[in-house]
């Protein structure tokens, strides 16, 4: 997504990085997103509010995905051209995302959500971080010796 | 708005919490990502992370190929942190910790490491940013996720596993 030396294009790019980071997670804290009984009170049908969370967000970088591109030609701290998330299709994306699902239903948990808890002061949001960790570390070494050229 | 075009008891038993802190919540995590985008033209999720993270203490080639990425997703994931610890200290008040039982934390943490890495994206990679770029990978890693995440929360309480 960034090349090898994005992180050198300007002394501005880790600062703005940070302020949206920061951004993104007060959205996280103030939606209540950051707290796992809340994401499931959604998956077990008692608060539907989930959902302007997500497609709320997702408007919003639409917008932005859609009308950047149209005011200038390439990001203004690393030259890079504005694209959209655009990913292949392939049996992965079913699969990990299946099994994506089972981690969040039984959790109440996802990886942006679990670093915003720990902000919020969710000590115990730690053993969701070890097991996300582990889990990618399992993955990432199968996948390494299985797939060496993806 | 949304009040006024349904039964006001329907409106509470879908949303007892009502919508505003939702749809705000919603907005910043948006508007953060849009800064991200725009400054940078990186399109953030918050998964890549963990595998970008692995790359300082693992040689895999899995996790080498995010080296040139793992100091920003540090610095967007500490960002995530404050932006969350500046809602706890002036709306929160109060340190707050769940009520979910570790065994789920840990197994259900398992699964997502493992999950979203596979399947490309998390909720904030798919749901969010490949949602807005109308993708139809994402959508359908969206709606796969959604789905089976539904069923297994409501099995989860079928089995009346609390909390």
């Given at each position: 997504?960034?090349?090898?030396?994005?992180q050198?294009?300007s002394?501005?790019f880790?600062?703005?990085?940070?302020v949206?980071?920061i951004l993104?997670?007060?959205?996280?804290g103030?939606?209540?997103m950051?707290r796992p009984e809340?994401?499931l009170?959604?998956?077990?049908?008692s608060?539907f509010?989930?959902?302007?969370?997500?497609?709320?967000?997702?408007?919003?970088?639409?917008?932005?995905f859609?009308?950047?591109p149209r005011?200038?030609?390439?990001?203004?701290?690393?030259?890079?051209e504005?694209?959209?998330?655009l990913k292949?299709?392939?049996?992965n994306?079913?699969?990990?995302g299946?099994?994506?699902g089972?981690?969040?239903?039984?959790s109440?948990?996802?990886p942006?959500?679990?670093?915003?808890?720990?902000?919020?002061?969710?000590i115990?949001?730690l053993w969701a971080l070890?097991?996300m960790?582990a889990?990618?570390y399992?993955?990432g070494?199968?996948?390494s010796s299985?797939?060496s050229n993806n | 708005?949304v009040?006024e075009?349904?039964d006001p008891s329907v409106?509470e038993?879908?949303f007892?919490?009502?919508i505003?802190?939702y749809?705000v919540g919603?907005?910043?995590?948006?508007?953060?990502a849009?800064?991200?985008y725009?400054?940078?033209?990186?399109?953030?999720?918050?998964?890549?992370?963990l595998?970008?993270?692995?790359?300082?203490?693992s040689?895999?080639?899995r996790?080498q190929?995010y080296r040139?990425?793992?100091?920003?997703r540090?610095?967007f994931?500490v960002g995530?942190i404050i932006?969350?610890?500046?809602y706890g200290v002036?709306?929160?008040?109060?340190l707050?910790?769940t009520?979910?039982?570790?065994?789920r934390l840990l197994?259900?943490?398992?699964?997502?490491?493992?999950g979203?890495?596979?399947?490309k994206?998390?909720?904030?990679?798919?749901?969010?940013?490949g949602?807005g770029s109308?993708s139809?990978?994402?959508i359908?890693?969206v709606?796969?996720?959604?789905i089976?995440a539904?069923?297994t929360a409501q099995?989860?309480?079928?089995l009346?596993?609390?909390p």
């Open positions: 997504m960034s090349g090898p030396d994005s050198a294009q002394p501005l880790l600062p703005l990085v940070l949206g980071g993104f997670g007060f959205g996280l103030y939606s209540h950051a809340v994401v009170d959604f998956l077990q049908f608060d509010g989930l959902l302007f969370v997500m497609f709320g967000a997702a408007i919003v970088t639409g917008l932005a859609g009308l950047i005011l200038r030609t390439s990001a203004p701290l690393t030259g890079q504005y694209t959209r998330r292949s299709f392939d049996k994306v079913l699969v990990g299946a099994i994506f089972v981690g969040w239903g039984l109440g948990i996802c942006g959500a679990a670093y915003a808890s720990l902000g919020i002061g969710n115990t949001i070890v097991g960790f889990g990618a399992l993955q070494v199968w996948r299985n797939y | 708005m009040t075009l349904i409106y038993a879908l007892p919490e009502g505003t802190r749809a919603g907005l910043f995590v948006g508007l953060g849009a800064v991200i725009f400054g940078t033209g990186i399109i953030a999720g918050a998964s890549t992370f595998e970008s993270t692995l790359s300082y203490v040689d895999q080639s996790f190929r040139y990425d793992r100091d920003w540090i610095v994931t995530i932006g969350a610890a500046i002036f709306w929160q008040g109060e707050w910790t009520d979910v039982q570790p065994a197994l259900g943490g398992l699964l997502v490491g493992i979203t890495r596979i399947g994206g998390c909720t904030s990679g798919h749901g969010v940013c949602v109308a139809k990978t994402s359908v890693g709606m796969t996720f959604l089976v539904i069923g099995l989860v309480m079928a009346g596993v609390k």
